[in-house]
C-alpha cells in the first residue's frame, strides 16, 4: 500500500476520526517529493496533536521507512482502536486482549499465548463465540480451519456486527498480528464478557508480549506485515459504522 503522497493517510484519519482534517490544510494532487512531503506535513500536524509518536515524520512515511511505518500503524490502532478499552500503550493494549481471550478460552481444549498461531486453527475463536453465546453458537470445531474460521467469523458478523476483517479463505489470515488484534479487539467490544475474571494473576505469565520491548516486536514484523496491518486498520474503518 503506497502511503507516500498523504491521501489515504488523510482519508483514513477522516474515518477513524469521524471529523474532517481540512483544518489542517488542503492536500496536493501533485505527486512530485515536494508536493508529497506537503501533504505528509499536513496529516502530521493532526498525528501530533491526537497520537502518541515517537521517532516518526512526515519523511519517513514519504520515503517508506517500513519500520517506522509500521510503528505508525499500531499508533493507529492503539488510539482509535485501543481507546475503547481505556489503553493508550501497545503493551497494555495487546495484554488485555490476549488476556482476555484467554479468560474467555481457559474451559475449552485450546491454548491461546498469542495472536497467531494460537489461532490458525479457528478453534480459539469458535471457543470464545461459545463462552460468550453457549445456546446459539455451539463449540463443535472441524479439522479444516477455513470451516472454523467461515463459521465463527459469519456468527460474529450477524449477531454482534462484528466485520469480517480477516479472510476465512485465507489460511494465513491469523499470520499477521495486528490482523487478528484488531478483530479481537472488535469482537471484545461488542460481547459481554465476565469482567470479573479479567484480571486472574495466574494469566499474566502467558502473555509472551510482556516480555519484549514495542521496538523488538516491531522490528520482527517489519516486512511481512505493513501492508497488512494498514489493510487491517482500514478495513477496520469502513465497516465501523458513524
Not at 498525528?47 to 521517532?55: H, I
Not at 517500513?66 to 475503547?84: N, Q
Not at 487478528?180 to 495466574?202: C, G
Amino acid at each position: 500500500t503506497d502511503l507516500s503522497d498523504g491521501h489515504m493517510l488523510y482519508q483514513l484519519l477522516e474515518i477513524l476520526s469521524e471529523s474532517s482534517l481540512s483544518s489542517f490544510g488542503r492536500l496536493s494532487t501533485k505527486t512530485t517529493q515536494i508536493h508529497k512531503m506537503q501533504n505528509m506535513s499536513i496529516v502530521f500536524r493532526y498525528l501530533k496533536e491526537t497520537v502518541q509518536l515517537v521517532g516518526i515524520g512526515p519523511a519517513d512515511v514519504v520515503d517508506g521507512n517500513k519500520r517506522l511505518i509500521l510503528a505508525l500503524v499500531y499508533a493507529l490502532i492503539i488510539r482509535f482502536v485501543g481507546a475503547k478499552f481505556a489503553v493508550n500503550d501497545l503493551r497494555a493494549f495487546k495484554a488485555k486482549v490476549l488476556r482476555w481471550a484467554k479468560t474467555l478460552t481457559e474451559p475449552y481444549p485450546v491454548e491461546v499465548t498469542n495472536f497467531t498461531s494460537s489461532f490458525a486453527d479457528g478453534k480459539a475463536f469458535m471457543a470464545i463465540l461459545n463462552r460468550v453465546a453457549p445456546s446459539k453458537f455451539p463449540y463443535d470445531p472441524s479439522e479444516d480451519p477455513t470451516e472454523n474460521f467461515s463459521e465463527a467469523f459469519e456468527f460474529a458478523r450477524t449477531e454482534y456486527e462484528v466485520a469480517p476483517l480477516l479472510d476465512p479463505n485465507d489460511p494465513g489470515c491469523t499470520s499477521d498480528e495486528a490482523g487478528s488484534l484488531t478483530y479481537l479487539a472488535e469482537l471484545m467490544s461488542k460481547v459481554n464478557p465476565p469482567p470479573e475474571e479479567y484480571d486472574t494473576p495466574q494469566i499474566l505469565q502467558h502473555i509472551e508480549v510482556l516480555q519484549k520491548p514495542v521496538e523488538e516486536m516491531v522490528t520482527e514484523y517489519i516486512d511481512q506485515q505493513e501492508e497488512s496491518a494498514m489493510a487491517s486498520l482500514t478495513d477496520y474503518a469502513s465497516t465501523t459504522p458513524p
